[in-house]
């Protein structure tokens, strides 16, 4: 599926239906191997959370050491300015949560399998 803005909820439909999707992200993080999402209209969250499993696209120029390094990009961004997304994410593992009567849940949503492709700039 391709996620087009104007299909509106349709988009979460097919996304809970995919076995895979696949996501560009703006940057890779070294330190926890994590990945990091920017929203944008047509960039919708449900492809990354809700597949079973995630292909998570980036560029090799845009893998960071670490979370500082990605909050100096940020910050760079903002004084050039340059228009902020509403929702940055940072995939870095399985979901977990302990909400519900202390009880440690792993798992509750996004990918249970990560495959990072990583590519050459041009």
Known sequence: ????????????TQAEQAKV??????YGL??????????????GRSLSLLPESSIFV??????????AQLAEKLHQKAQ????MPSCIN???GP????DIELIKVVGVHGPVKAVYLIIEDC
């Open 80 to 83: 050039a300015g340059e228009r």
């Open 30 to 43: 070294t330190e926890s191997g994590g990945v990091v999402l920017f929203s944008a209209p047509e960039r």
């Open 21 to 26: 999707g696949v996501v560009y992200a703006e």
């Open 1 to 12: 599926m391709v996620w087009d803005p104007a299909r509106g909820s349709e988009n979460i």
């Open 90 to 92: 940072i995939i870095s």
């Open 58 to 67: 980036l560029r090799k120029s845009s893998i960071l050491p670490r979370v």
């Open 95 to 98: 979901s977990s949560t302990a």
